[in-house]
């Protein structure tokens, strides 16, 4: 698998939005965001899949986020609305062939990217 590559983090205040992308390739049906803050575990944020569908999200970013996906290009895309200090974090992007069961869970992807860093501050 080719590593995936984020892009478009950076610093906001609170109450602004941010879009990050993903390019990835290979033999992949599904894509996940997922972020971790300093001292922190990393946590699920949003998965899309587009052979065996659905969009997923964490309550934590539920209605203020949304994950796509441009099918000409395949970059996936996380539209970040409304941030919040706590949604401060690197922010990575994880490509596979996730299940169902697993698709929320860092074991249902195969490669990763080296994330990019969202910073909600005033």
């Known amino acids: 698998q080719v590593q995936p590559v984020e892009s478009g983090g950076g610093l906001v205040q609170p109450g602004e939005s941010l879009k990050l992308s993903c390019v990835a390739s290979?033999?992949?049906?599904?894509i996940g965001w997922f972020r971790q803050a300093p001292g922190k575990e990393r946590e699920f944020v949003a998965a899309l899949r587009w052979r065996g569908g659905g969009i997923y999200y964490s309550d934590a970013v539920k209605g203020r986020f949304s994950i796509s996906r441009d099918r000409a290009s395949g970059v996936v895309y996380l539209q970040m609305n409304s941030l919040k200090p706590e949604d401060t974090a690197v922010y990575y992007c994880?490509?596979?062939?996730?299940?169902?069961?697993?698709?929320?869970?860092?074991?249902?992807?195969?490669?990763w990217g080296q994330g990019t860093q969202v910073t909600v501050s005033s």
């Open positions: 290979g033999n992949i049906n599904g």
């Open positions: 994880a490509a596979g062939r996730p299940i169902t069961s697993s698709i929320t869970s860092i074991r249902g992807y195969e490669s």
